[in-house]
């Protein structure tokens, strides 16, 4: 059977065949623990650091500055929980009402046990107000927590706007960059961040591995209590082959970034006019221009989203997050820009990736069009 034309690749992406071959050995002849002192553990380890090397690398960052992590949301939760904890003398968090759970969630927990949390909302276009990012700040803020780029509509934010304020009023910049890394360019001294998230299952490496940068300096107290590993902040023996894979995967970005980033622009940029050709009175959620090249929110007049997708078998994308809970409700960051609960439930994120052609955008176009002219 044909398989479907895979247009969500914000919810994930296939492990590149060059990651899995960077990974085997570590899975066969490398199979060694990397704090053991023998040869087997001196090979982990030295893939282990490459890696290092490598995902410092891609965002600008020294290797001694990656600590490595389960992903995206153990890294999220160390940088919250971890600042906090490690700040006793100020309780107060900014964040924004367009977050991915694994940092509204912490956030909410903070909340509960007695932190001062404010929740900064946004724009029609889903970009926090540089302004309100201003004016929140207080002598107790001890962390500002801002998405990079948000995972539904794209729309990426004002992080180095803000950054010189966070910096004047002596907090913390944390910034979840898992959509953002991979696919533009995201360096952490031009951002001015001192912590940063990485997701590897979003940037063509294996599920279940990322990684926080932790600006030199600024400290962080472990989530999870156990050995040493990872300079004390997280415990737990290293997963070496994954590690090598995401090595491996932010290798392949830095040197394809600009011209894969200009293909796949070029490809969505297409997708859009085709459907806005086609389908009187479609549109676009989130910013226009100021939003990652793969990414395409699309509002469909007068349906549900879920049954564009469901007229469309030969596609498989989405109506929003994969990591948001079940059911059909209109998505929370949609609601936000301030869209009504049928025209949230009438849109789709289509989000491309590297081996996606202009072949599939033609004929997801087509695929679309026909679905939503069955239902109109």
Known sequence: MNQPIYLDHNATTPVLPEVVDTMLPYLREHFGNPSSGHVYGR???????????????????????????????????LAIRGTVAARSNRNHLITSVIEHPATAKPCRLLEQRGYEVTWLGVDETCRVREDDVREALTDRTALVTLMHSNNETGTIQPITEVAPVVREAGALLHTDAAQSVGKIAVKVDELGVDLLSIAGHKLYAPKGVGALYVRSGVALEPVLRGAGHERGLRPGTENVASIVGLGAACEIADVSLAKESARVRALRDELWSLLQSQIPGVA????????????????????????VLAGAPGIAASTGSACHEGGESASAVLLAVGLAADDALGSVRLSLGRATTEEDVRRAADLLVGAWNSLC
Request: net charge positive.
């Open 43 to 77: 090979r982990a380890h030295e893939g282990m650091e490459a890696a290092r090397a490598q995902v410092a690398s891609l965002i600008g960052a020294a290797p001694t500055e990656i600590v490595f992590t389960s992903g995206g949301t153990e890294a999220n939760n």
């Open 284 to 307: 676009i959620n989130g910013h226009e221009t100021c939003r990652l090249p793969n990414t395409l929110n699309v509002r469909f007049p007068r349906v549900r989203g879920s049954a």
